[in-house]
């Protein structure tokens, strides 16, 4: 599991997750999402290069979620892999944390909800 | 009967032993099917953090104990263990939660845990909490010669 955080123009950041984000990945990126939730309003969340996740990792993202929102804030997903979002679709998050295939997509999200 | 494997067990307070479950899971499962095996790890970490969260009292803990059986036309998880009574099969559906406030990590495992899984079996047996999860086999893994 690794997670890197990229800031990019416009206020937006790009959190890239890697790996499998299962018991113990959900444990590492528990911090750093809770401080990225904590300070940003426009987050793009890359799971292109996440090769296992389950409701434990996919809670870790409900919370930043529920923390950014609170903010009006927006957060999206990218790119997951077919065995992920097969686990994303099936809890239906990603009616409530929508999915992108396209990245600049997934930023001119983001930045509209910074208003 | 083939080689029954090796048993992991976890005390559940313990985050080490819990992360252990993962990489036990890639030995034990390593011959069966890649496609199977994403829904059969989805659905033993499913399994296995329910006990944790509902089997034992806060601060409280327990032991928690797995296995992999795989026979010719399934693979079946064993997930026991030693806290109070929970059927998770009995528990009702969460659903699809209409807002993330409603999006409750345990609701959202037992969605996973049923999607995932051919059939559930629970058992309380000699006051421990019985879960076998069953995966049909695609095909039967090759035999080694006699």
């Known amino acids: ?115 | 009967m083939r080689d029954p494997g090796n048993e992991l067990r976890i005390d559940s307070a313990n985050a080490e032993d819990l992360e252990r479950l993962h990489p036990w899971f890639d030995i034990e499962a390593r011959t069966l099917p890649n496609a199977l095996r994403h829904g059969m790890r989805v659905a033993l970490e499913e399994a296995v953090m329910n006990a944790v969260m509902h089997a034992f009292p806060p601060n409280g803990s327990g032991e928690i104990t797995v296995r992999l059986r795989i026979s010719p036309g399934a693979a079946a998880l064993f997930v026991e263990d030693s806290g109070r009574a929970f059927d998770p099969t009995a528990a009702p559906s969460a659903g699809r939660p209409a807002s993330l406030q409603e999006a409750e990590p345990g609701g959202l495992g037992l969605t996973l845990l049923r999607h995932y899984c051919h059939d559930i079996t629970y058992q309380r047996v000699a006051e421990r909490n019985r879960l076998m999860l069953r995966f049909p086999l695609p095909i039967a893994p090759l035999q080694p010669p006699p």
């Not at chain 1, 990229?6 to 499998?20: A, C, I, M, Q, Y």
């Not at chain 1, 996919?58 to 790119?79: D, Q, W």
């Not at chain 1, 686990?87 to 930045?111: F, H, K, M, N, W």
Request: overall charge negative.
């Open chain 1, 1 to 115: 599991m690794a997670i890197s955080i990229l800031e990019l123009d416009g206020n937006v950041t790009k959190v890239v997750l890697s790996g499998r984000i299962d018991i113990a990945g959900a444990r590492e990126i528990e911090m750093p999402m809770a401080v990225i939730a904590g300070s940003r309003r426009a987050v793009v969340v890359d799971l292109s290069a996440v090769e296992f996740m389950a409701s434990l990792g996919l809670r870790g993202i409900v919370v930043s979620a529920k923390s950014i929102f609170s903010k009006r804030g927006k957060i999206v997903l990218l790119m997951p892999q077919p065995q992920v979002e097969e686990v994303i679709t099936t809890t239906g998050i990603d009616e409530l944390i929508p999915i992108y295939r396209d990245e600049a997509e997934a930023i001119a999200a983001v930045i509209a909800a910074l208003g």
